[in-house]
């Protein structure tokens, strides 16, 4: 398995491109998230989804957009690029813990490491 | 403001002590706890969980410890090693529903040769 990928690795964009994260796991994980993570600071989630066609807010949505049409596929949308948006992105998988034996253990792809200029 | 915090954002230590990194959170419906460990560049990595019908569980060289009563939780490294080191986040959720995970700002833990 190649667990969560993650790409592109790296990103500079000017303030107003657009652009998608993509990430895929196939791990047949039910539950996918977008965390990202400013410099010296935790996670903070973006948005989640608990499975194919359902998505729903996290923390610090705004800026961005997901969609969820697969099990193995959750691209994280931005829109109109920001300074504020520079940022490490992590996306995550799961499954739930009812099914997982009682461990919700995350796994986490490589980050996209975003630089709006 | 975040429901899980850090007490102390940095941590030194020799090669071969015991590390202790420490947690409080403030969500008293969270039930369910995890420790990760984020390399320089990596993602974060899981470490331990802990249930909330437990005060204690081990792995191999790490121990998590939750004192529901003061919201606190502990990480316990023993014989730390320099590939120790690294940040480490606590993460609190409410298990079922989404399940999703808070997350502190995160100990960077560093093991002195």
């Known amino acids: 398995n190649a667990g969560v990928t993650q790409t592109p690795k790296f990103r500079i964009l000017k303030i107003g491109q657009s652009m998608t994260l993509q990430c895929t796991q196939d791990?047949?994980?039910?539950?996918m998230y977008w965390y990202r993570q400013d410099p010296g600071m935790g996670l903070k989630l973006i948005y989640y989804s608990v499975g194919a066609g359902i998505t729903d807010k996290g923390e610090v949505p705004n800026g961005y957009n997901v969609s969820r049409s697969t099990t193995e596929d959750f691209p994280l949308r931005l829109e109109l690029a920001a300074p504020s948006q520079t940022s490490v992105y992590f996306c995550?998988?799961?499954?739930?813990?009812?099914?997982?034996?009682?461990?919700?253990?995350?796994?986490f792809g490589p980050g996209t490491r975003l630089t709006v200029l | 403001g975040e429901s899980v915090g850090l007490h102390l954002p940095t941590l030194s230590v020799q090669e071969g002590d015991n590390s202790i990194i420490n947690c409080a959170y403030s969500n008293s419906a969270s039930d369910y706890f995890i420790w990760y460990k984020q390399e320089s560049g990596k993602g974060p990595q899981f470490i331990i969980d802990i249930r909330s019908n437990m005060d204690k569980r081990q792995g191999q060289r790490v121990t998590v410890l939750l004192n529901k009563t003061v919201k606190h939780l502990s990480l316990q490294i023993a014989a730390t090693q320099p590939g120790d080191s690294a940040v480490y986040f606590c993460a609190e959720t409410v298990q079922g529903g989404s399940e999703k995970l808070v997350f502190g700002k995160g100990t960077k833990l560093t093991v002195n040769p």
């Open positions: 791990m047949n994980h039910n539950y």
């Open positions: 995550a998988s799961s499954y739930p813990l009812k099914t997982s034996g009682g461990h919700n253990e995350q796994f």
